[in-house]
């Protein structure tokens, strides 16, 4: 049986048990449920703290786990990465006060506090910059102001928490953070691993193309076909009428509406556009 670890709360947890379950697994119905068991795929759902998964997946107690990248990096234990899964974005910041401080060298000697003390501590060493850090387990946006520390680091999404703390942020971005899906380090991947990794991807795809069907004149069929190549090729089929070709391919979701608009400027009819529930690759 293939045992997944779940985030148990927050804006992880409900996108992970949406991917989960278009992928065709069972998930829980009550928050307070910590065991899921999926007979028909043969797989165990734990709901665990997201901070915890990674320690959970690199002792070998759970196959695989569902986290963010920062939190896996931070918790140092023997996992890995196996794909991103394009949801629960962030972006990890220096910030100082205004003005103070502009690249990662300046912060050499001061103290820097965050709730991600493994991370920065890596990234830091990476620099070759020595500095103190200071572990917060919650808000630290008010570190430099309580004199805690000297800079922080942090999720940044707009910038107007650290503002009203007279804070700005400074350098290169630390880590640009998503959802991952995690597995240990020194195994090989088990079939049940790849089976979910294979799910979960055909998720992903399925919702960023459509389907897009048209028709079009038949010797209009190669200027049609390169306004929407598809993934390998677009399917092309002969209607009653020989004069006319069907076409089909998949496109991407977010640009469906200026390639139908392509498409009739080149001369094609009838385009209609079908979202994918599934798919493998």
């Given at each position: ?7 148990n ?5 409900d ?17 307070k ?19 915890d ?14 986290t ?11 996992a890995?990465?196996v794909m ?7 972006t990890?910041?220096?910030a100082?006060?205004d ?8 912060i050499?000697?001061?103290r ?11 990234h830091?060493?990476?620099a ?5 850090v ?7 946006e ?5 004199g ?15 503002r ?14 998503e959802?991952?899906?995690i597995?240990?380090?020194d ?24 389907m897009?069907?048209y ?7 190669d ?24 076409v089909r ?8 509406n ?9 001369g ?9 529930a599934a798919?493998?690759?």
């Amino acid at each position: 049986m293939l045992r997944i670890a779940v985030p148990n709360k927050g804006s992880l947890s409900d996108a992970a048990a949406d991917m989960l379950r278009e992928a065709g697994y069972s998930v829980r119905r009550d928050p307070k449920e910590l065991v899921v068991m999926d007979i028909v795929n043969d797989v165990e759902l734990f709901y665990l703290r997201p901070r915890d998964i990674a320690i959970y997946v690199g002792s070998g107690t759970v196959d695989a786990g569902i986290t963010g990248r920062d939190l896996l990096l931070d918790s140092g234990s023997d996992a890995i990465e196996v794909m991103g899964l394009n949801f629960g974005r962030s972006t990890f910041r220096y910030a100082a006060r205004d003005g103070q401080l502009r690249t990662i060298a300046d912060i050499e000697g001061r103290r820097v506090a965050t709730s991600y003390p493994g991370l920065v501590r890596k990234h830091l060493a990476d620099a070759g910059v020595e500095a103190e850090v200071v572990r917060l387990d919650g808000a630290v946006e008010t570190a430099v102001t309580l004199g805690v520390a000297d800079v922080i680091a942090d999720v940044v999404e707009t910038g107007a928490t650290l503002r009203s703390q007279g804070l700005a942020v400074f350098g290169d971005p630390i880590l640009t953070s998503e959802a991952v899906l995690i597995r240990r380090t020194d195994t090989t991947m088990s079939n049940g691993v790849g089976v979910l990794q294979r799910r979960l991807q055909g998720v992903m795809t399925a919702r960023t193309y459509v389907m897009m069907d048209y028709d079009v004149p038949a010797d209009l069929v190669d200027k049609a076909c390169a306004v929407t190549p598809g993934l390998e090729s677009p399917t092309v089929s002969t209607l009653q009428d020989p004069t006319w070709k069907a076409v089909r391919a998949m496109v991407p979701r977010a640009s469906m509406n200026r390639v139908m608009d392509e498409l009739y400027e080149v001369g094609a009819r009838a385009i209609l556009v079908t979202g994918i529930a599934a798919c493998r690759l």
